[in-house]
Structure formats: structure tokens, C-alpha cells
């Protein structure tokens, strides 16, 4: 990868913290095998990175994550974390057509079902009766995980699984926002064990430094 860098722009304390979870994974070194431009985020303030012509040629929209990699251009961190597996290969990509299938739908179902209701109780944004209704929402969705979790280690892979993409894009959201608001998984073993999996593996934990939950 040294003549051929991925380029990821967002900082840490944002959704871009996905796809350098992923490439941790790998074992990459950021702005050594992998380079991270600074926008800022939402927990530390955006700079004028979103504004220039550069940043706003890969995403419109002006959202992060984006991705540059050779002529490659993505954004939506989802996607960025599930073209990295496939570039970089090895056991954390889909091995099949039904894998990568399967890693997509919960890359789906991590944004569709669970960030909006992580996301508020995260910056608690909302009425205490506003966040009591994304708590309530989440009720049947962790239920539903956990028992897709039965038996299970991880998400995609035969028997118990193996750690792939899909549960970086998920656990990047139930577990890193989970944790960050001590959320509690009890009623759900399955969950609580494979958050707990997921969220202590070594390159879960960004550079020191790095800000990656809102303060107060």
C-alpha cells in the first residue's frame, strides 16, 4: 500500500472511526500505511477541510467519512469499511457470494435500525420522553440480535463465526455508542458478550490522543 494509500478524511470522534477501526484490524499504521486528513467531527468541531473543492469533489454533500483510494472515490462509512475488506482481503472480507451478501445486510441494518436510536441517547438529543422512546425502540432490535447471537461469536461465518467487516460496521455503533453511554445489555447475554468481544479487541482502541465520545 505505500504507493497506493488509502486516504480517509474525517477524524476520529465521528462515523470515520469505522474504517480506521478496520484498517487497525489489518494491522495498518495511520499516515504510515494509510493516511487520515483531519475534518474535524461532530465532538470536536469541524475545520475548513468540508469547504475546499477537494473534499467536496469525493462527497457533495459534505458528509464524512470519504474515501480515496487511486481513482476509487467513496462516501458513507458503511461502504468505505466494506471496500477496504475486499481490497484487502483475508478471513475479515466475505468469503462468498452469500458472505458478502450477509455483510452487507448488516452494514445495512446497523444505520437503518440501530444509529438512529443509538445516535440520540449518544449526544442525548431529544426530551427525556423522546429518549425513553429510542430506549424503548431498541428493545426489540436487541432482541432480535441476540438471537441471531445464539450460539454464535460473531456474525458471518460457519458455527460460531469469525470477526469479519460486518461486525466492525456493527459493533462500530451498538457497542462503541453503547459503551460510550453505559448502556445497559444485560437482558440480552448474547449481545452483551459479543459487545464485549468486539469493543476489547486491541485495535478497537484508537491512537492516544484521539477524542472518540462527546464530553460531559
Given at each position: 500500500m505505500s504507493d497506493n494509500k488509502i486516504i480517509i478524511y474525517g477524524h476520529q470522534a465521528s462515523r470515520a472511526s469505522r474504517p480506521y477501526w478496520l484498517l487497525r484490524e489489518y494491522g495498518m499504521t495511520i499516515n504510515e500505511d494509510f493516511v487520515?486528513?483531519?475534518t474535524g467531527g461532530p465532538v470536536t468541531g469541524y475545520n475548513e477541510v468540508r469547504d475546499t473543492d477537494?473534499?467536496?469533489?469525493?462527497?457533495?454533500?459534505?458528509r464524512i467519512?470519504?474515501?480515496?483510494?487511486g481513482d476509487v472515490e467513496l462516501y458513507e462509512s458503511q461502504a468505505i469499511c466494506q471496500y477496504i475488506a475486499e481490497y484487502l482481503g483475508g478471513l475479515m472480507s466475505g468469503q462468498s457470494l452469500a458472505e458478502r451478501a450477509r455483510i452487507n445486510m448488516y452494514g445495512l441494518s446497523s444505520i437503518a435500525?440501530?444509529?438512529p436510536n443509538f445516535l440520540p441517547l449518544l449526544f442525548r438529543w431529544g426530551t427525556a420522553e423522546e429518549l425513553a422512546k429510542y430506549q424503548q425502540n431498541l428493545q426489540p432490535l436487541l432482541t432480535a440480535l441476540n438471537t441471531?447471537?445464539?450460539?454464535?461469536?460473531y456474525l458471518v461465518g460457519d458455527a460460531s463465526g469469525r470477526f469479519t467487516v460486518a461486525d466492525v460496521m456493527m459493533a462500530s455503533i451498538?457497542?462503541?455508542?453503547g459503551r460510550a453511554i453505559k448502556f445497559d445489555f444485560s437482558p440480552?447475554?448474547?449481545v452483551e458478550?459479543?459487545?464485549?468481544?468486539?469493543?476489547?479487541r486491541p485495535a478497537f482502541y484508537p491512537p492516544k490522543g484521539m477524542q472518540v465520545k462527546p464530553q460531559g
Open positions: 487520515e486528513i483531519d477537494e473534499f467536496l469533489a469525493l462527497n457533495p454533500y459534505r467519512p470519504a474515501m480515496k483510494h435500525n440501530f444509529e441471531e447471537l445464539e450460539g454464535r461469536d451498538i457497542g462503541q455508542y440480552w447475554s448474547n458478550a459479543w459487545v464485549k468481544r468486539t469493543t476489547t
